[in-house]
């Protein structure tokens, strides 16, 4: 009696004092075996436990709300779930973490210099000349235009979508801050007439509240796709941002936002690649998935807002802002508005800025800007992620949007024929942009569409 008294305050005691947890194991999704010393941790509450030698975790947290979980470890991709309630029988995959073709030149860099190899090979050069827009893209200091995103052409029409802000608004924090996407249509790609707002900032407390900029296009099968930098607040204008999604039946709208983001910069303590920002997103139909490619940025700050980049190996030198480095990274979906899965082999360049591709016969070409050892170089790889040096590009734009041309590619560089780029200007307190209109002169390997 005394027992089976005991069995019962023992067995109530302990549903009172239940508290909600996550418990699961963790597993290499390719080898199923347990993987020990996984970090886990719970976002919201900032608690973390690491997996025991069989790989099962066992964490608690502060209420039963759901919450975001994310499993660490060294030489895995990291892996992320959002809205998860308390739940005893999870199962968690990671995945490994591969090299990329040019995260092992970087390897190579890193030993034996920054002195590149780069084969010139005459039908992958470029070289790009700028001219000014007319009519309302032609350069006006009130308004900053920037970060412009593919052109393509509809019944006849030129259609490009960009960042669109006063440049004489002091709450701004960067050109890029309290921005909403604007866009504009030409008949002959040089005289613009402006249409006025296509995405405008969120609602308050939405993804994109505080600023909705630096946007591409995307058309598969009669839908027009615009994807884009979202900051909820002032900390996504510098640092992690997420991206955007949102979808419309014709290029003049109306554009239907989803109501998450698709892409989060990795949320981790330590040196990553897209850590700080996941910035620049584009688009792309690539076989029978949908490439979503993105600059990332790793930096970290001291108490006094001191910034250092990650990794700087052969980086740009900024001066007083030190040596950077930028990677870029690719995550896939089976449809246009995601699930994106970040690739095994992230990141897939060792040099960055914007995201310039385009897709030529079976594989894809990227142009890589600065930040890093390979900048002026024009690069192709057949499965969308190794991605090798065909050339070299001169001149290079600011943040170029290609014209999509509508027939297929007859030489490699057509899909970067011309486009619109922007131009910075500092001769105002803040600075100010404007678009330009750009074209490879080398017009032997150029096809009008
Ligand atoms: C650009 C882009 C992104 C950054 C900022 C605005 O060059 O890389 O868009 O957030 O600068």
């Not at 690491?50 to 470890?73: D, M, Q, R, Y």
């Not at 073709?101 to 039908?123: F, M, Q, T």
């Not at 998935?289 to 190996?313: A, I, R």
């Not at 057509?414 to 942009?433: E, F, N, Q």
Request: with cysteine; hydrophobic share 30%.
């Amino acid at each position: 009696m005394k027992l089976l008294n005991f069995t019962l305050a023992a067995t109530l005691v302990g549903a009172l004092s239940c508290t909600p947890k996550y418990q699961g194991v963790v597993k290499d999704a390719e080898t199923n075996s347990p993987i020990s010393g996984v970090e886990v941790q719970i976002r919201e509450d900032s608690t973390k436990v690491v997996t025991n030698e069989n790989g099962e975790f066992e964490i608690e947290c502060s209420n039963p709300n759901a919450k975001t979980l994310s499993w660490e470890a060294a030489g895995y991709m990291f892996e992320e779930k959002y809205n998860l309630k308390p739940s005893t029988n999870l199962n968690i995959q990671l995945r490994a973490n591969k090299v990329s073709a040019a995260a092992a030149r970087l390897e190579s860099y890193r030993e034996h210099g920054c002195e590149i190899s780069n084969p010139e090979k005459p039908e992958w050069n470029i070289a790009f000349e700028q001219f000014d827009l007319k009519g309302d893209l032609a350069p006006d200091t009130a308004v900053t235009r920037r970060d412009p995103s593919a052109v393509i052409k509809v019944d006849g029409k030129y259609y490009v979508w960009y960042s669109y802000s006063l440049t004489f608004d002091e709450k701004k924090t960067a050109p890029w801050d309290f921005n909403d996407i604007y866009y504009a249509t030409s008949t002959d790609g040089w005289n613009w007439k402006e249409e006025g707002i296509a995405l405008a900032r969120g609602e308050e407390g939405t993804y994109d509240h505080r600023s909705a900029f630096t946007t591409e296009i995307f058309v598969h099968e009669g839908k027009y796709y615009l994807v884009y930098q979202a900051a909820k607040d002032h900390a996504g204008i510098y640092t992690r941002n997420t991206v955007g999604i949102a979808s419309s039946d014709s290029p003049d709208g109306p554009w239907v936002k989803e109501s998450e983001p698709i892409l989060h910069p990795t949320y981790t303590d330590n040196e990553y690649f897209d850590r700080s920002a996941v910035h620049d997103p584009c688009i792309i139909y690539y076989q029978n998935k949908f490439y979503l490619y993105y600059k990332g940025e790793c930096s970290f700050s001291d108490k006094d807002g001191n910034m250092t980049w990650c990794d700087p190996v052969c980086g740009t030198d900024y001066g007083k802002y030190g040596m950077k480095q930028v990677k870029w990274g690719v995550a896939i979906a089976d449809k246009p508005t995601g699930p994106y899965v970040k690739s095994d082999y992230n990141p897939i360049t060792n040099t960055g800025h914007e995201i310039s591709v385009w897709n030529y016969k079976d594989g894809v070409a990227i142009l890589q800007h600065q930040d890093g050892p390979e900048g002026g170089t024009i690069q192709y790889s057949e499965d969308g992620v190794n991605f090798e040096i065909q050339g070299s590009v001169s001149n290079f734009p600011e943040a170029p949007g290609f014209y999509r041309p509508v027939s297929e590619a007859t030489s490699p560089v057509t899909g970067a024929s011309w486009g619109i780029c922007h131009v910075l200007k500092w001769d105002v307190p803040g600075g100010w942009m404007h678009l330009k209109r750009f074209e490879n002169v080398n017009k032997e390997y150029v096809v009008e569409d």
